[in-house]
């Protein structure tokens, strides 16, 4: 999971964030450290508190994408993104991979199609996941992270 923050204090919400997934999704069994990073795909003169975590759940993908869509809600997110067109937003937690499953739904597709172009991604999960493979492109995350321009 992938979690993103360019307003108000991003690291308190971060922290938020984690805890509020902790209560309820499930508990972190991996946390990478935090990364300031500029937005990606729109201007803004914020940027952005950026983390990856793992966890474990007893739910289903489309539940856990429900759970995360209320944590972004009460921490203050008003609109998702739409056709592509990017914003300012208080949080932002993204479904990275669930274990090697390939989902492909109207309001879920997993792994996260864009995931493999980000460095704001792929930096933090390389900090706890950076030989599990991509189970489309083949590449591990470390080997997805090279791939990209600096």
């Known amino acids: 999971m ?14 938020q964030a984690y805890a509020l ?3 309820r999704i499930g508990p972190i069994t991996q946390k990478s450290a935090l990364y300031t990073t500029a937005p990606v795909g729109f201007k803004s003169e914020h940027l952005f508190t950026n983390s990856a975590i793992c966890l474990q759940t007893t739910y289903s993908a489309t539940e856990v994408l429900q759970l995360t869509q209320q944590i972004e809600k009460d921490l203050g997110r008003t609109h998702k993104s739409v056709n592509g067109l990017y914003a300012d937003r208080f949080m932002d937690i993204d479904i990275l991979y669930y274990n090697v499953e390939q989902i492909n739904l109207p309001n879920l597709i997993v792994p996260h199609p864009l995931m493999h172009t980000r460095r704001f991604v792929l930096e933090p999960l390389c900090d706890i996941a950076p030989t599990f493979k991509h189970p489309i492109l083949g590449k591990n995350t470390k080997q997805l992270l090279e791939r990209i321009e600096p």
């Not at 923050?5 to 690291?11: E, H, P, R, T």
Request: proline letters at 0%; hydrophobic letters at 35%; zero cysteines.
């Open 2 to 15: 992938a979690l993103g923050s360019n307003l108000g204090n991003g690291k308190e919400l971060i922290e």
């Open 21 to 23: 997934l902790q209560e």
